[in-house]
């Protein structure tokens, strides 16, 4: 995925705050929705955006879809910002 898709995912505050909720593990469409108050096709709708970026990954287990964190495009993202900044060494 390309990384200004990936910015745009991360620029709305509910799908940043998907991502944070999705650190403690999976979680079903459902639980997500739960925990917001808007409608579940928004929710819906930031899911896809997420998994369009590669954010996130969705399975299936009998008729629910669970979500989880694909952390391998988070570290992708803080190895770039890390080597705009110059490394580790320049904080």
Known sequence: MGL?????ALADPIRREILNMLKGGRM????????FDVTGASISRHLS???????????REGKFI????????????????????????NV
């Open 28 to 35: 079903s469409a459902g639980e997500i929705v739960d925990k």
């Open 4 to 8: 200004q898709q990936t910015m745009k």
């Open 49 to 59: 955006v997420l998994k369009e970026a590669d954010l996130i990954r969705d399975f």
């Open 66 to 89: 669970f979500y989880e964190l694909n952390a391998s495009v988070l570290e992708e993202i803080m190895l770039w910002i890390a080597e705009l900044r110059g490394g580790e060494d």
